[in-house]
Nanobody, 124 residues
Framework: QVQLVESGGGLVQAGGSLRLSCAAS????????MGWFRQAPGKEREFAAA????????GYADSVRGRFTISRDNAKNTVYLEMNSLKPEDTALYYC?????????????????WGQGTQVTVSS
């Protein structure tokens, strides 16, 4: 079992930045690929970014590539999402997820554990 707790969300103006954190506890974090997903009201949950167990492999959705950066610190059992040049369309509930594999995937169904989410609101 893995417990995930997100933090760092908030209200920011368009063009601003936020850094999300996801603290993991329980099962070995360093063997798990991690992902960030987001869900806007009335929409399905969608992939934003993911990272392999070692941090050597990362992936991004086209909508965030070049603006968001995912990273992890296995010594701290934490994964981060640095978000820059935020747009109103980035407004969503952001979820951290872990999968019982070392390699990352972009599918929601590939992940086994989920946090409760942290709200990001970008005003225009």
């Amino acid at each position: 079992q893995v417990q995930l707790v997100e933090s760092g969300g908030g209200l920011v103006q368009a063009g601003g930045s936020l850094r999300l954190s996801c603290a993991a506890s329980g099962r070995s974090f360093s063997n798990s690929a991690m992902g960030w997903f987001r869900q806007a009201p009335g929409k399905e949950r969608e992939f934003a970014a993911a990272i392999s167990w070692s941090g050597g492999g990362v992936g991004y959705a086209d909508s965030v590539r070049g603006r968001f950066t995912i990273s992890r610190d296995n010594a701290k059992n934490t994964v981060y999402l640095e978000m820059n040049s935020l747009k109103p369309e980035d407004t969503a509930l952001y979820y951290c997820a872990a999968r019982q594999s070392t390699s990352w995937r972009s599918l929601v169904t590939a992940y086994d554990y989920w946090g409760q989410g942290t709200q990001v609101t970008v005003s225009s």
